[in-house]
């Protein structure tokens, strides 16, 4: 803040003397607070206790605008918005700040000639200050008048306020009605003011006049506190330093200058603590502010919030003649046995005529053993139809199928089949806090078994009863997909309406988030880096496709498929919308699913599925791998939006090395870059015939990463490479939101797939 006092024949030092005024039209619940200030920070300077958002130094506010300066060179110390400021802080409350006050004046000779006149300009603009309403624009002199400029940064509004007295007995008693003194309002909403004081005449009886009235004064303080003592204040020529003593300004503060219901989708929102709420601020340059809720007291600004006031402890402000109760943001107040009434007024209460004890203990007690007795018959009939119900699902769900299958010889041993409660108990009921991901094929949870370890359960789409024994053919050659880059099924839970299935939990996120929006994610995600996790997901795919008891088509391959572990090794997930295919087709027919960017054409276009699907789709996530660029892009042309059509076309043109990402260009050779450039078109080629197989692709990308680095980049010896993973933040893999629901982002993990209307045929 710049507070600026303009003199106009002398310079006069202003000094403030410490007075705390004691408003009674506002409540400071701050003051009652706990938790005044950051952790760490001082709540105090002197006398005046400065509550967050404010502090004391830039640390401890929430904003520079709120930053107190305490100047302990004087004793008691003494706070003030500036460093260099001439006021002094008197009082922070919920909505408000008092400060000292400066006085304009204009003080005489016996002859009627001025000695000296102080104009005063204070500044708020750029602050979060403006000046409140209960402020008022006072003048105390004879035959002067002083002018009030004040404003905002857009606008400007001037007042005047004429003082007129010829002699003491034109004051009658002490109002302020021009009458030797002065008042009027100030407009709303300014932020800065400045006070002139002048003379209204030169006439041969100002000596007269100025014989008890040596100086006038003019000032901007709250209304009430100011009381005009009438010829004692005409006379009186320290009435200046007086005023400004006791005569406070009042601004009021706002954060920002956003609504509440802007600013709480903005970060940094400071009203997200309990029990509390955000208020928008009157002012028209707008803000807010948080307050606590009826019944509460605290800091809203500070962890833990506010808390609840004990009402009973208090019975001046909250009466109780009868036994007191405290409730959350309230309290109860009830009548002693044997009265009746409402105990919150000294007479409220009235002795009951008639006490019939005994009768009401054997009616209350009759009334338990009913309550009692409704009450388990109840829970027994609501747990046989749960269990009824459960049975039903497990069955509708192919569990019986399952168990017999897991009984037959050679069959995989490692399923586990779950129960509800072992899965709602690790999943705290499938709290909203649990989830971790979702998508088209399902809701995945952070689930912790009993044994402490940390699984990924999903619930899956509702299955169709008829197809529970193909259902139930998949789940178990899933479970026989044994690869160090395959996320494993380790389980399943078959009572719930819509089957469960359990993974192993992935902590390090998916690569789309590595690649698009992790801070400083690309740091880590260096050339070799990129050709490793390339060729690990590749390989996993063509196990799936060639090496797998039953061939396994994904169907959806995408970079928030692509999991990455603690030690950055890759995993293949989510295969809800996955297929198996019967050893003796190369193809089946099935209704179009996968993520729009990703899609292969072919598939989309005659619905029969094959492995080369695949292999399109993976080919676009190694397009993202060397552009660092998403599957979609509204910013690029209309013909250039889809990463697959703008890669093939820029390979057309000679345009490669444009949208390769640069720290590939600087780590990679021209030929490593080049052959991967080549694989990516052959990938994406429109016929799938056209395509590599995933095993082909695989070999070729671990021989890719055989070749020697680029001859002028940075080399780092193995331990320099385990100590960058080691370096990089592990954050979990669900930690953020994978599903922007208002964006063009695709979802992780579950799997967001799109469902083009052809029907569902069995495989030829």
């Not at 839970?493 to 690569?511: H, W």
């Not at 698009?516 to 590749?538: F, V, Y």
């Not at 209704?591 to 899609?599: E, S």
Request: proline letters at 4%; a negative charge; aromatic letters at 10%.
């Amino acid at each position: 803040m710049k507070i600026n006092v303009l003199i106009c024949f002398a310079l006069v030092m202003f000094s403030s003397t410490t007075s705390e005024t004691n408003p009674t039209s506002e409540t400071y619940t701050l003051i009652n607070s706990t938790n005044l200030a950051k952790p760490g920070c001082p709540s105090r300077c002197g006398d005046v206790i400065v509550p967050y958002p404010f502090g004391i130094n830039s640390n401890c506010s929430i904003g520079p605008g709120f930053n107190i300066h305490c100047n302990t060179s004087l004793e008691p110390p003494k706070p003030s918005i500036g460093k260099d400021s001439y006021n002094s802080v008197k009082l922070i409350s919920d909505s408000t700040l008092r400060t000292s006050n400066l006085v304009s004046s204009r003080c005489y000779l016996q002859d009627g000639t001025y000695s000296n006149s102080y104009n005063i300009t204070v500044d708020y603009i750029h602050w979060p200050y403006t000046l409140s309403e209960v402020n008022s624009f006072t003048v105390i002199g004879c035959d002067d008048y002083a002018w009030l400029i004040s404003g905002t940064e857009s606008r400007e509004v001037s007042t005047g306020c004429a003082a007129i007295c010829s002699t003491p007995q034109d004051v009658v008693g002490d109002q302020c009605s021009g009458n030797g003194c002065c008042q009027s309002s100030i407009a709303k909403d300014i932020n800065y003011y400045t006070t002139q004081v002048k003379s209204m005449n030169d006439s041969d009886n100002m000596s007269y006049t100025r014989s008890f009235n040596p100086c006038t004064y003019a000032f901007v303080g709250e209304e009430n506190v100011f009381k005009f003592k009438g010829a004692i204040d005409l006379n009186d020529t320290s009435l200046d330093k007086k005023i400004e003593a006791t005569v406070p300004i009042v601004l009021e503060w706002a954060i920002g200058n956003l609504s509440c219901t802007e600013a709480q989708v903005k970060d940094g929102f400071a009203c997200q603590y309990s029990n509390s709420k955000c208020v928008n601020s009157q002012r028209e340059s707008g803000g807010y502010r948080c307050i606590c809720n009826e019944g509460y007291e605290g800091n809203p600004y500070l962890s833990p919030g506010c808390h609840d006031i004990d009402e009973c402890k208090d019975q001046e402000k909250f009466p109780c003649y009868g036994t007191c109760f405290n409730t959350a943001g309230n309290y109860t107040c009830k009548c002693k046995r044997g009265y009746s009434g409402d105990a919150k007024f000294p007479d409220g209460c009235r002795r009951n005529p008639f006490h019939p004890l005994v009768l009401y203990l054997a009616l209350a007690i009759g009334l338990l053993a009913i309550l009692l007795g409704v009450t388990g018959i109840c829970f027994g009939i609501r747990k046989r139809k749960l269990n009824k119900l459960r049975e039903k699902f497990f069955e509708q769900n192919g569990g019986v199928i399952l168990k017999q299958k897991l009984k037959a010889p050679g069959t995989s041993k490692e399923l586990t089949i779950y129960s509800t409660d072992e899965l709602r108990k690790a999943t705290d009921n499938y709290s909203e806090q649990r989830i971790v991901g979702r998508g088209g094929s399902g809701v995945v949870y952070k689930g912790i078994l009993p044994d402490k370890r940390v699984v990924g359960i999903k619930k899956s789409k509702l299955v169709d009863g008829t197809q529970a024994e193909q259902f139930v053919n998949e789940v178990l050659i899933l479970t026989q997909v044994i690869h160090r880059n395959v996320v494993k099924l380790l389980g399943c839970c078959l009572e719930e309406e819509v089957p469960v299935l359990v993974y192993e939990f992935i902590s390090n996120n998916t690569l789309f988030y590595h690649i698009h929006h992790r801070p400083g994610g690309m740091s880590w995600l260096s050339w070799d880096n990129r050709l490793r996790i390339a060729a690990e997901a590749a390989g996993a795919l063509g196990y799936l496709h060639s090496q797998a008891s039953m061939p396994i088509i994904h169907r959806d391959v995408k970079s928030t498929n692509i999991l990455l572990d603690d030690n950055y090794t890759t995993k293949i997930s989510d295969f809800g919308a996955s297929r198996l295919v019967p050893l003796d087709h190369d193809q089946v027919t099935t209704l179009v699913q996968g993520t729009l960017g990703y899609l292969d054409p072919q598939y989309f276009n005659t619905s029969q599925l094959t492995d080369k699907s695949d292999v399109y789709s993976f080919g676009v996530v190694l397009a993202e791998l060397i552009t660092g660029q998403k599957p979609l892009c509204t910013d690029r042309s209309n013909e250039e939006k889809n990463l697959a059509t703008y890669f093939v076309k820029s390979m057309k043109e000679n345009r490669l090395y444009e949208i390769v990402e640069p720290q590939v260009l600087r780590e990679g050779t021209l030929e490593q870059i080049q052959a991967v450039a080549e694989l990516v078109k052959r990938c994406l080629k429109l016929e799938g015939d056209d395509r590599p197989t995933m095993k082909d692709v695989a070999m070729e990308l671990e021989g890719l990463r055989k070749l020697t680095t680029h001859p002028w980049a940075e080399q780092q010896t193995n331990e320099e490479s385990r100590s960058l993973f080691l370096e990089v933040e592990q954050s979990d893999l669900y930690g953020v939101p994978l599903i922007p629901y208002s964006s063009n982002e695709w979802e992780s993990y579950s799997g967001s797939t799109t469902q083009i209307g052809f029907p569902e045929n069995k495989p030829r």
